[in-house]
C-alpha cells in the first residue's frame, strides 16, 4: 500500500481492534489530546498516530512543533486552533524530539486553543505521565491536558519480522501527584492475541451507540480491501455526512 498506513490498515494487520480504531476517531473528532508510548524502538508510534490524526475533521489544522520560543509565542497569539504535534518527548539529539523548557513551552501554549499530541517511549501509562511531569517539569494541571494514552508493544527479531499490538488504551481524568488517574479503555490480551473492552470513555463519545457505527465503518473497510488513505478519507467524509 502505498502512502501513509491507515487506521484500517492497523485494524486489519491485528495492531488494534476496529472498536479501539473507532474510539480514537471519536477522540480526535472531539479534539482530544492523545499521547503514543511505546518501547523499545521502532514500535510504530508515529505510524499509530499519524492514522489517528488523519481521522480529524478536515478543517482542524495540524501544527509541528518543536517547543521553540518564537513558535509557541506565534501560535499563541494567532490562536490558529487545532492540533500541537511533537515528534517525540526525548532527550535523544534527533531534529524534532524535545526535553525540558521546550516541552513545558508547548504546554503552555494549549491555553490557547489547542489539542496536543505526543509521543515518547515508556514501558506503561503511568511510567509515560510521570515521564512528562517528573522528568520535564510540566504541572499536574497541564499534563492532565492529555485525556487519552496509547500504549503500543513491538515483538519479533528484526524489522522485517516486526508485528505491534495495541496493548492499553487509557482515558485520563485528571493527572494527581506526577501520576494519572482514569481507567483503562482496552487491553490486549497477549496468551489469547485478542483485544479486550474494558470500559466505555466517560469524558467523550458518550454512549456505546456511537463507537459501534464507527467501528462498523472500521470494520467494513477491512472486510471489503478497502484501507488506503483515499478509502478511509472517503467513509470518514461520508459517515460525518449521514
Same mark, same amino acid.
Given at each position: 500500500m502505498a502512502g501513509e498506513i491507515t487506521i484500517a490498515e492497523l485494524v486489519r494487520n491485528g495492531t488494534m481492534s476496529a472498536e479501539m480504531a473507532a474510539t480514537l476517531w471519536a477522540a480526535v473528532d472531539e479534539g482530544r489530546s492523545f499521547l503514543t508510548v511505546a518501547i523499545p524502538r521502532f514500535a510504530g508510534k508515529s505510524t499509530l498516530s499519524n492514522a489517528v490524526l488523519a481521522l480529524r475533521p478536515p478543517d482542524v489544522p495540524l501544527h509541528l512543533v518543536d517547543g521553540s520560543p518564537e513558535l509557541m509565542q506565534r501560535l499563541t497569539q494567532e490562536r490558529l486552533g487545532g492540533y500541537l504535534v511533537v515528534a517525540e518527548f526525548s532527550q535523544a539529539p534527533v531534529p524534532g524530539y524535545i526535553w525540558g523548557e521546550p516541552v513545558r513551552r508547548v504546554f503552555d501554549t494549549l491555553g490557547a486553543g489547542y489539542s496536543l499530541q505526543a509521543a515518547l517511549h515508556a514501558p506503561g501509562v503511568e511510567e509515560a505521565i510521570r515521564a512528562v511531569t517528573e522528568g520535564n517539569g510540566v504541572s499536574d494541571e497541564l499534563a492532565s491536558a492529555f485525556e487519552l494514552v496509547l500504549y503500543i508493544e513491538r515483538f519479533g527479531d528484526d524489522e522485517e519480522s516486526f508485528?505491534?499490538? @495495541? =496493548? +492499553?488504551?487509557? +482515558?485520563? &481524568?485528571?493527572?494527581?501527584?506526577?501520576?494519572? +488517574? $482514569?481507567? #483503562?479503555?482496552?487491553?490486549?490480551? =497477549? &496468551? =489469547?492475541?485478542?483485544? &479486550? #473492552?474494558? +470500559?466505555?470513555?466517560? $469524558?467523550?463519545? @458518550? $454512549? @456505546? &451507540?456511537e463507537i459501534e457505527a464507527r467501528a462498523a465503518v472500521i470494520a467494513d473497510l477491512v472486510s471489503s480491501g478497502h484501507t488506503t488513505e483515499s478509502d478511509v478519507a472517503a467513509a470518514v467524509a461520508a459517515y460525518r455526512a449521514r
Amino acid at each position: 500500500m502505498a502512502g501513509e498506513i491507515t487506521i484500517a490498515e492497523l485494524v486489519r494487520n491485528g495492531t488494534m481492534s476496529a472498536e479501539m480504531a473507532a474510539t480514537l476517531w471519536a477522540a480526535v473528532d472531539e479534539g482530544r489530546s492523545f499521547l503514543t508510548v511505546a518501547i523499545p524502538r521502532f514500535a510504530g508510534k508515529s505510524t499509530l498516530s499519524n492514522a489517528v490524526l488523519a481521522l480529524r475533521p478536515p478543517d482542524v489544522p495540524l501544527h509541528l512543533v518543536d517547543g521553540s520560543p518564537e513558535l509557541m509565542q506565534r501560535l499563541t497569539q494567532e490562536r490558529l486552533g487545532g492540533y500541537l504535534v511533537v515528534a517525540e518527548f526525548s532527550q535523544a539529539p534527533v531534529p524534532g524530539y524535545i526535553w525540558g523548557e521546550p516541552v513545558r513551552r508547548v504546554f503552555d501554549t494549549l491555553g490557547a486553543g489547542y489539542s496536543l499530541q505526543a509521543a515518547l517511549h515508556a514501558p506503561g501509562v503511568e511510567e509515560a505521565i510521570r515521564a512528562v511531569t517528573e522528568g520535564n517539569g510540566v504541572s499536574d494541571e497541564l499534563a492532565s491536558a492529555f485525556e487519552l494514552v496509547l500504549y503500543i508493544e513491538r515483538f519479533g527479531d528484526d524489522e522485517e519480522s516486526f508485528w505491534r499490538r @495495541l =496493548a +492499553e488504551v487509557y +482515558e485520563v &481524568d485528571r493527572v494527581r501527584g506526577g501520576r494519572p +488517574e $482514569g481507567r #483503562t479503555l482496552f487491553r490486549w490480551q =497477549a &496468551d =489469547a492475541d485478542r483485544f &479486550d #473492552t474494558v +470500559e466505555a470513555p466517560r $469524558g467523550f463519545a @458518550l $454512549g @456505546l &451507540d456511537e463507537i459501534e457505527a464507527r467501528a462498523a465503518v472500521i470494520a467494513d473497510l477491512v472486510s471489503s480491501g478497502h484501507t488506503t488513505e483515499s478509502d478511509v478519507a472517503a467513509a470518514v467524509a461520508a459517515y460525518r455526512a449521514r
